[in-house]
T-cell receptor, first 112, second 107 residues
Framework: ETGVTQSPTHLIKTRGQQVTLRCSSQ?????VSWYQQALGQGPQFIFQ???????GRGNFPPRFSGLQFPNYSSELNVNALELDDSALYLC???????????FGQGTRLTVV | GIQVEQSPPDLILQEGANSTLRCNFS?????LQWFHQNPWGQLINLFY?????KQNGRLSATTVATERYSLLYISSSQTTDSGVYFC?????????WGAGTKLIIKP
């Protein structure tokens, strides 16, 4: 059974650019959630995908968007990057929308 | 929205000591998880415990849902226990996180 994997692990982008982060869910899981964790803080919910549909969204602007594919893997896209987008981005998968979540190792994004 | 408070914010202990971490939450929840975040950022699942008591080796956890709190016990601490411990509660489809307890175990 493979766990949750994210790519890339580290990324440096310039302000104004666009970025795509990827997540492969754990085998058998149909739900993927994305979180942003700023340094020294707890993670903040960005959105959740359940069976390829956005199931809920946190307090993030529309330039944060996502996709879930038929194999339940997912992408997080961020347009018009700002310096404050620098953070650890965490992907979690679960079997269902409210059950135990398992996290990938994260993607550390630095915007310069 | 639901508020999650963790205490203490920081804890420094000698190897071999025991500790209790607390998580208070402000409303009914359908999910509660404890995580250990290592220095590289990986969140490691410790317990999925919406209610009741569970034990896993030197770690145990208790959630009293009616009183809206959960406790994480670490016994006979080891230096590898160092890191940040998060409590996260489920509200509908999202996890709401506390600010974490930073635990440092000195040899």
């Amino acid at each position: 059974e493979t766990g949750v994997t994210q790519s890339p692990t580290h990324l440096i982008k310039t302000r104004g650019q666009q970025v795509t982060l990827r997540c492969s869910s754990q085998s058998g899981h149909n739900t993927v959630s994305w979180y942003q964790q700023a340094l020294g803080q707890g993670p903040q919910f960005i959105f959740q995908y359940y069976r390829e549909e956005e199931n809920g969204r946190g307090n993030f602007p529309p330039r944060f968007s996502g996709l879930q594919f038929p194999n339940y893997s997912s992408e997080l896209n961020v347009n018009a990057l700002e310096l404050d987008d620098s953070a650890l981005y965490l992907c979690a998968s679960s079997l269902g929308r409210t059950t135990e979540a398992f996290f990938g190792q994260g993607t550390r994004l630095t915007v310069v | 929205g639901i508020q999650v408070e963790q205490s203490p914010p920081d804890l420094i202990l000698q190897e071999g000591a025991n500790s209790t971490l607390r998580c208070n939450f402000s409303d009914s929840v359908n999910n509660l998880q404890w995580f250990h975040q290592n220095p590289w950022g990986q969140l490691i699942n410790l317990f999925y415990i919406p209610s009741g008591t569970k034990q896993n080796g030197r770690l145990s956890a208790t959630t009293v849902a009616t009183e809206r709190y959960s406790l994480l016990y670490i016994s006979s601490s080891q230096t590898t226990d160092s890191g940040v411990y998060f409590c996260a509660v489920g509200s509908n489809y999202q996890l709401i996180w506390g600010a974490g307890t930073k635990l440092i175990i000195k040899p």
